[in-house]
């Protein structure tokens, strides 16, 4: 298996929703990652996370909460979002934070619009 | 400062004719890893090649080349004989993997949407 799994592929939800967007690899990775990409600008890292402990926050909003239950799995949990927070998010895994080998795999992102 | 510029915004060209998308890096690391990810309209991220800062070597697979060259800090992607397919938006970036606070961090330049016509 050699792929990143992201779920759902669109979501749609209002502002005072509670979701969760969910990502998945079982190619033994030790680092994941989430990031947002507004249309037509390139992807912005906001988390990442080494052996499931959180490394880098990039002063992303609180109302986006990461998680990291095990090695395999990584979610972000969504509370109160924001119109503009209408974005892909994508996740990614690589092998360390240290891409010596296999470098960055991504999913295929969840289109996330607040309505 | 931008760590990786692409100044090509938009590039279009017809069927056939060879490309040359551009990536121009900045890093004080001496070890780091240069990427390409093809961006088509379906959002997945297509990891297309990594380079590391030691291996100066070019290289080709089918229709795709890279020039990779530490003396001007760039690495240039070049697609033979274009084809529709494509058509997307491609995106270079830079790792490094020589700071603590910077380990994980994958720097994107800003993406070069190519389009081929027929």
């Not at chain 2, 990594?50 to 990779?68: K, L």
């Not at chain 2, 800090?73 to 270079?92: G, K, L, M, P, R």
Request: proline share 5%; with cysteine.
């Amino acid at each position: 298996d050699t792929e990143v799994t992201q779920t759902p592929k669109h979501l749609v939800m209002g502002m005072t929703n509670k979701k969760s967007l969910k990502c998945e690899q079982h190619m033994g990775h030790r680092a994941m990652y989430w990031y947002k990409q507004k249309a037509k600008k390139p992807p912005e890292l906001m988390f990442v996370y080494s052996y499931e402990k959180l490394s880098i926050n990039e002063s992303v909003p609180s109302r986006f909460s990461p998680e990291c239950p095990n090695s395999s799995l990584l979610n972000l949990h969504l509370h109160a979002l924001q119109p503009e927070d209408s974005a892909l998010y994508l996740c990614a895994s690589s092998q360390g934070r240290v891409p010596g080998h296999g470098g960055y795999t991504f999913g295929s992102g969840t289109r996330l619009t607040v309505v | 400062a931008q760590k990786v510029t692409q100044a090509q915004t938009e590039i279009s060209v017809v069927e056939k004719e060879d490309v040359t998308l551009d990536c121009v890096y900045e890093t004080r690391d001496t070890t780091y890893y240069l990427f390409w990810y093809k961006q088509p309209p379906s959002g997945e991220l297509v990891f297309l090649i990594r380079r590391n800062s030691f291996d100066e070597q070019n290289e080709i697979s089918g229709r795709y080349s890279w020039n990779f060259q530490k003396s001007t800090s760039s690495f240039n992607f070049t697609i033979t004989a274009s084809q529709v397919v494509d058509s997307a938006v491609y995106f270079c970036a830079l790792s490094e993997a020589g700071r603590g606070s910077t380990l994980g961090r994958l720097y994107f330049g800003r993406g070069t949407q190519l389009t081929v016509w027929p």
